[in-house]
């Protein structure tokens, strides 16, 4: 073989790869971001952040190609914000308000009445002056952020988690079984813009508990409006349980969400994540079974006309509340989210984003 033969045969060689690689990369690198494709649906895509991220650059890199919109995962929530009583602690909500306005991005707030995270000096105080300090935390906290947060979990978790109706909480003790009606009423007299939203996890399958819980939900609702209490949106955290084998089939989820649509609510999945604590085997049997979740979650879910937004509860392995509520029993990292620790795209973004491709446009 002549050398100069053996020379251009190795440039083109080099030629060739540099265009994979070059191809590659730009698939990868111009993958067009989640809220980008969900803009194309008529929806928003968000991911819940903790000021801890904001720290890493590379995560911030994946979070603003990724989403239109972010949920602080703890900075808003009563025990961060006023650690002890009549000391407000605003630096990590500024920073988040910061950074959302930084890079023109939805900001939604995430929650002003819950049974969990609150300040410990709260439980100490009688009922009545703890029924005024929740009022004061409403508006005070609404109120700084007004105009930076469009849409407010105002209510978090208040439907038992066997469907009996109201769970039992320091909120239903304190103000009574109208608290709902109450604390809504408030918020929208501190931030008429803001959308108010109740927000509740286990509302997703087909199981019968599922089914009591939605009841409780839909009539809980129907006894508000009945009294024109204002409730803009139902939020469903999806926190969702990839099988061992198959997928599952969310079967009469679209049912319940037209149910909500009917009542005039907007929609919105609000805490997105797969574990896969259920699944055994190799990490490309438990990815395959948390994208085929993913799948057909997204596919009950996207034909709904009232669904604003799906923000997932982060975005990358790299930081999952899953390790620590429920580690594996292998002791192995869970992988509940479209990027791995590493940032790098898994099958369940392929599957993600493919879904939403395939879904019909409104
Ligand atoms: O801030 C303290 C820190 O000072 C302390 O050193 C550390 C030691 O444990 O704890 C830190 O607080 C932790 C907090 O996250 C902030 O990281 C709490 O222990 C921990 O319990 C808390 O977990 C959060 C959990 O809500 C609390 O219930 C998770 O990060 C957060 O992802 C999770 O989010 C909830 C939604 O708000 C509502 N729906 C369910 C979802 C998952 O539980």
């Not at 239903?172 to 803001?194: E, H, K, S």
């Not at 994208?291 to 709904?304: D, I, M, P, R, W």
């Not at 937004?309 to 989210?337: C, K």
């Amino acid at each position: 073989m002549q050398v100069s033969g053996v020379i251009a045969r190795r440039s083109l060689l080099t030629a060739a790869l540099a265009m994979v690689l070059a191809l590659f990369s730009f698939g990868a690198s111009n993958r067009v971001g989640l809220d980008q494709l969900a803009r194309r649906r008529g929806l928003r895509w968000g991911a819940a952040i903790s000021v801890e991220a904001l720290e890493q650059p590379d995560l911030v890199q994946l979070l603003l190609a990724n989403v239109g919109s972010i949920t602080p995962e703890n900075a808003f929530k009563w025990a961060a914000t006023e650690p002890r009583q009549g000391q407000l602690e605003w630096k990590a909500v500024d920073q988040l308000m910061q950074f959302a306005r930084r890079h023109q991005l939805q900001l939604r707030g995430h929650t002003l009445v819950w049974h969990e995270q609150l300040p410990g000096w709260l439980t100490a105080l009688p009922a009545d002056v703890r029924a005024q300090a929740l009022k004061a935390h409403i508006t005070r906290l609404m109120q700084h952020t007004r105009g930076a947060v469009s849409s407010w979990d105002v209510i978090n978790e208040p439907i038992d988690p066997e469907g009996k109706g109201l769970r039992d909480t320091i909120w239903l003790q304190t103000l009574g079984a109208d608290y709902i009606g109450t604390v809504l009423q408030w918020a929208r007299a501190a931030d008429p813009q803001a959308r108010l939203f109740i927000n509740d996890y286990g509302l997703e399958g087909d199981d019968p508990q599922t089914l009591r819980k939605r009841r409780a939900l839909l009539d809980l609702i129907d006894s508000l409006q009945r009294r024109q209490v204002p409730l803009d949106g139902i939020g469903l955290q999806a926190h969702l349980l990839a099988p061992p084998e198959g997928s599952p089939p969310f079967t009469t989820l679209p049912g319940f969400l037209k149910q909500l649509r009917q009542r005039g609510l907007l929609v919105e999945v609000t805490e997105l994540d797969v574990s896969d604590r259920e699944v055994n085997g190799t990490i490309a049997t438990r990815d395959r079974q948390v994208a085929a979740t993913y799948q057909a979650f997204l596919q009950a879910v996207l034909s709904e006309p009232a669904l604003q937004r799906i923000t997932s509860w982060g975005l990358s392995d790299r930081q999952t509340w899953l390790n620590r509520a429920f580690p594996r029993r292998d002791g192995q990292p869970q992988r509940p989210l479209p990027f791995d620790t590493r940032l790098q795209p898994k099958l369940a973004l392929h599957q993600i984003d493919a879904t939403i491709r395939r879904a019909r446009s409104w």
